[in-house]
């Protein structure tokens, strides 16, 4: 009987131990899967600024964004609808517009009780903003201006219609403006509570790396930056000789580079192709890594062409199969606002550098960007000299940075190349030490701590180049009939013609002596 009970009162704790064990695994996945989900992020804005001093900003802000491994929601104020801020966490704001002050209802009440963490950038900063951070803001006409921001000064900035910050009461700013009319000395940015403002970005000068110094502590980034350097425009007709030399002087100045390189869809059995590829080896073996760069969108495009993804694939595996890993894809900014090029195209790869925008041809543009697990800010070496710093190194960017440049055309620009880069004394990183993925439906591409494995097996890298043969049959061989005959033929006349012509000369010959003895008698 006292057994019964026991049974009794022990059956349901183990029913319930049970149900809590079987449910502590997906609970702990889901956990795992949050963590290291991107972090989303609302980017509002009201123009895009054309025609003046504030163009591209955003655009600018959609690159650090993805550097920072966020997926970015891109809206225009104009098509705002009630309640689109409350699903995300991080709100950023764009006002370019110095004359017009938002006015649609919707979006001023949703900011207005908005509790997330919120970035305005530009004019007209929020009512509630202005009263938590007791901000007083001004607009300097045109000045000259110093920007500090961190180890980096940018001196006598030509500033148009510069909002600022006058007067604020902030638990943290960051970087100074200095005027140069008045002397006074400004806050770059500052931030209180969930509030932080930004009141000046402008494309390819130093507020970028302020802006970017702010979206690294207001994301909470605390992965340790690093530089690369990059070499795009690398074709299988580019001067492979002279990308070898690069190759060599760079492994030989301890330079460790990525190669960014075109793809090639059709002919690769070229012997061209093939001496790409040995080109390409040889990078691998002087310590260089190999992204994919994006092909070349033509204005031509059919969208109803959706052979983008077998072409990708196909590329990867052929390189694969000559013993070139691929640890990425580089590609214009738009590519990773297009559902047709970011999923055909970008899909085989966790790892990116996305440089600025120059042609955009969308195939199925969103307003959601792809989200990788690697990404690079792209900037230029002539951009970094305009940044002033103490001392000789070069101080570290605040986020991941591909300093890129494109292989140059003779030896007296890779010289160029290689004494602007002596100058500016960066630390470049070894783009194969990080965590990088490529997957096709053949083959796996892995890399960590330097470590490069293909579909589990440790990457060979090195090489020694072969000669290609130029004897290369660019044309099959056309079947042909009678051959044979007509060879046979064609050796029958030319005798027949010899033995007439030899003939006609001794006809000749005799008729001129006949002709000489009558006639000299």
């Not at 509002?44 to 600024?49: F, H, K, P, R, V």
């Not at 992204?291 to 983008?308: C, F, G, K, Q, Y």
Request: net charge negative.
């Amino acid at each position: 009987m006292n057994q019964r009970r026991i049974a009794r009162l022990l059956l349901p704790l183990i029913v319930t131990v049970l149900v809590l064990l079987s449910a502590a695994p997906p609970v702990q996945a889901r956990a795992a899967q949050d963590a290291s989900a991107p972090q989303r992020v609302l980017l509002l804005y009201d123009s895009l600024g054309k025609g003046t001093v504030r163009e591209g900003n955003v655009s600018e802000l959609q690159r650090l964004l993805s550097a920072m491994g966020c997926q970015v929601t891109l809206l225009s104020l104009d098509h705002y609808e009630p309640g689109t801020m409350d699903s995300f966490t991080r709100v950023i704001t764009v006002m370019n517009a110095a004359d017009l002050a938002p006015a649609d209802r919707s979006y001023l009440e949703d900011a207005e009780r908005y509790t997330g963490q919120a970035l305005h950038v530009g004019y007209h900063p929020p009512a509630r903003l202005l009263k938590d951070m007791q901000l007083t803001a001004g607009t300097a006409d045109e000045d000259l201006a110093d920007l500090t921001v961190g180890e980096f000064t940018a001196s006598d900035l030509q500033v148009r219609g510069m909002a600022y910050i006058a007067a604020v009461k902030a638990e943290r700013t960051y970087g100074s403006f200095t005027l140069k009319s008045s002397g006074r000395k400004l806050p770059f940015a500052a931030s209180a509570g969930s509030y932080t403002y930004v009141p000046y970005l402008e494309r390819d000068n130093a507020s970028v790396v302020g802006m970017a110094s702010v979206l690294r502590e207001w994301l909470g980034n605390k992965t340790v930056p690093q530089t690369f350097l990059v070499l795009r425009e690398i074709y299988p007709f580019s001067d492979l000789d002279l990308l070898e030399a690069a190759a060599d002087r760079l492994y030989k100045s301890g330079i460790p580079f990525i190669a960014s390189i075109r793809p090639v869809f059709s002919n690769t059995d070229f012997p061209a192709m093939q001496r790409y590829l040995d080109a390409l080896k040889v990078v691998q073996s002087r310590n260089g890594s190999i992204l994919v760069n994006a092909p070349e969108v033509m204005p031509s495009i059919n969208s109803s062409d959706h052979t983008l993804g077998r072409k990708m694939s196909g590329f990867v595996n052929l390189l694969v199969k000559n013993g070139i890993a691929p640890l990425g894809i580089g590609a214009n900014l738009y590519w990773a606002y297009d559902r047709e090029y970011a999923e055909a195209g970008m899909g085989f790869f966790d790892s990116a550098v996305l440089f600025p925008d120059e042609t955009v041809l969308h195939m199925e543009q969103t307003n959601v960007s792809k989200a990788f697990a690697s990404s690079l800010y792209s900037l230029t070496p002539e951009y970094l000299q305009r940044l002033e710093h103490h001392g000789h190194a070069m101080p570290q960017l605040p986020l991941n940075t591909a300093v890129t440049a494109e292989l140059p055309e003779d030896e007296a620009g890779l010289d160029a190349l290689l004494q602007t880069l002596e100058r500016q004394w960066i630390s470049f990183a070894d783009y194969k030490q990080g965590g990088h993925q490529t997957v096709t439906d053949e083959n796996t591409v892995v890399s960590e701590d330097g470590v490069v494995l293909v579909n589990g097996t440790p990457l060979n890298v090195g090489y020694a180049p072969e000669a290609i043969s130029s004897d290369y049959q660019y044309k099959e061989e056309q079947v042909r009939s009678f051959t044979k005959l007509f060879s046979v033929q064609s050796k029958f006349f030319i005798i027949v013609i010899i033995v007439t012509l030899l003939l006609f000369g001794g006809l000749l010959s005799i008729g001129y002596r006949l002709y000489r003895k009558k006639y000299l008698k």
